[in-house]
């Protein structure tokens, strides 16, 4: 079955950097649309990046774009959020999360809400603080 197991969190220092993997194993990257979510403490769940599938036309939340930058290394099977410019705000559990597109069609849009997604990993915390 298909399986994601993220890695790569922690705490970091306003302004700093990590970098987030989510490994994947039954399916390629490329054929799956993969997200990033993330949900922090009182707040509800929400996208922060996504890949699509096959083409990697990549989507950001407003509130990262420029500082996050998703990836996918089809050799190892992963997918990876780089994260630079971190803020308080943006602390929470990181998710990746997939989906398997059944159509043609399906495969040309990337859905940005948690419901769309069957697949999760386990998520992993970052803490931002000084």
């Known amino acids: 079955q298909l399986q994601l197991v993220e890695s790569g969190g922690g705490l970091v220092q306003p302004g700093g950097s990590l970098t987030l993997s989510c490994a994947v194993s039954?399916?390629?990257?490329?054929?799956?649309?993969i997200g990033w979510f993330r949900q922090a403490p009182g707040k509800e769940r929400e996208g922060v990046s996504f890949?699509?599938?096959?083409?990697?036309?990549?989507h950001y939340a407003d509130s990262v774009k420029g500082r996050f930058t998703i990836s996918r290394d089809n050799a190892k099977n992963t997918v990876s959020l780089q994260m630079n410019s971190l803020h308080n705000e943006d602390t929470g559990v990181y998710y990746c999360?997939?989906?398997?597109?059944?159509?043609?069609?399906?495969?040309?849009?990337?859905?940005?809400?948690?419901?769309?997604?069957?697949?999760w990993g386990q998520g992993t915390q970052v803490t931002v603080s000084s």
């Open positions: 039954g399916s390629t990257v490329e054929s799956l649309h």
């Open positions: 999360a997939a989906s398997k597109p059944s159509t043609v069609l399906q495969s040309l849009v990337v859905s940005t809400t948690p419901d769309a997604y069957d697949y």
């Open positions: 890949i699509i599938k096959g083409a990697g036309v990549t």
